[in-house]
């Protein structure tokens, strides 16, 4: 299996962040606000936004083999909704296939869990995305529930799933 790190984003990432990021087939999975095509610009922009983010949220580089492969974030929740943090992560289509977010899903989950006081993790992949499904499911993630007609995407509802990982399910 290839060898995956997690570490924080630097500016100098922007150029090999927009080259993996700017795929429709990642795009189509992800909510409207990761843009396609993806520019030089929207790599700055979220790489900047990931620096100054501040304490409640944990964005990280994917690295796998020393190569700059994709993006994994943690984003706390506020008011009633602090003790939960949503998980969120693309891989380039290079890396796809071989484990590359299971693991780091399996990584950034425990770093979340040590560094925040949350009690639980989720994440909300559209229900037709079953390689995210199975990340989630391969991190020992339930299925809450299913939101039907939840998404609006190109022009078409579809269904979104809420999956979920308790402090004590690590
Ligand atoms: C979804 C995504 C993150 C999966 O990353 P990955 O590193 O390829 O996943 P892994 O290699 O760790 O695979 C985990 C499991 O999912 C399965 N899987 C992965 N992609 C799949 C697909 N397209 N269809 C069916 N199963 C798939 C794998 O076979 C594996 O299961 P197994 O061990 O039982 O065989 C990646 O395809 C991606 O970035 N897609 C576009 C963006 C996206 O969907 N982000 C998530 C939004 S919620």
Request: net charge neutral; with cysteine.
């Amino acid at each position: 299996m290839a060898k995956v790190l997690l570490r924080p984003w630097r500016n100098e990432d922007a150029p090999a962040l927009c080259r993996q990021a700017n795929d429709y087939e990642i795009a189509r999975n992800l909510r409207d606000v990761f843009p396609y095509p993806y520019t030089l610009a929207d790599a700055e922009a979220y790489i900047t936004a990931c620096l100054e983010g501040g304490p409640r949220q944990l964005c990280r580089a994917i690295e796998t083999d020393g190569v700059l492969a994709g993006s994994i974030g943690l984003f706390c929740g506020a008011d009633v909704y602090r003790k939960s943090a949503e998980l969120g992560y693309w891989l380039g289509k290079a890396f796809w296939g071989r484990g590359v977010m299971t693991e780091a899903v399996r990584q950034l989950c425990g770093e979340g869990f040590s560094r925040f006081d949350i009690a639980r993790i989720y994440a909300e992949p559209f229900a037709r995305n079953t390689g995210s499904r199975r990340v989630l499911e391969k991190n020992g993630f339930s299925l809450e529930g299913v939101l039907r007609q939840g998404v609006y995407k190109e022009e078409s509802l579809q269904d979104y799933c809420i999956y979920a990982l308790l402090r004590e399910e690590v």
